[in-house]
């Protein structure tokens, strides 16, 4: 089983930034934890073939020892069974996806950040 690595895209704004997780599986069921603590407006978007799995996104701030499914503002849970797109209310040291379940698996996992531009 293979952790999937975080891969960091620049997207020609100084203050913004993607990272992507892709080709996470049912073998392959957790992205690197990675930290975009800088980027305080945030956004997730998972898509692929969900296979009946739940994808979640999940934060820490001990470096990684414990892990806790984030949050939208509104308090629910970021955790999809279909393809869809949440802002991340819940600010952590790093974040990183988790697949739970499900059978021929085959999700791409992108986060948008976004500075405070004051």
Do not use: C
């Not at 020892?65 to 308090?75: F, K, N, S």
């Not at 974040?95 to 004051?118: C, F, K, L, Q």
């Amino acid at each position: 089983m293979a952790t999937i690595t975080g891969v960091y895209t620049p997207t020609g704004h100084p203050r913004s930034i993607k990272l992507r997780w892709e080709t996470l599986t049912e073998s392959n069921t957790t992205g690197t934890a990675e930290s975009i603590t800088d980027f305080t407006d945030r956004s997730v978007q998972i898509i692929g073939t969900f296979g009946g799995s739940t994808v979640s996104l999940q934060g820490s701030n001990d470096g990684g020892t414990t892990w806790a499914i984030l949050d939208d503002p509104q308090g629910t849970a970021i955790s999809l069974t279909s393809a869809g797109i949440a802002q991340i209310g819940t600010i952590t040291e790093l974040i990183r996806p988790i697949v739970v379940g499900g059978t021929s698996v085959d999700v791409d996992v992108h986060v948008y950040g976004r500075a405070n531009t004051r």
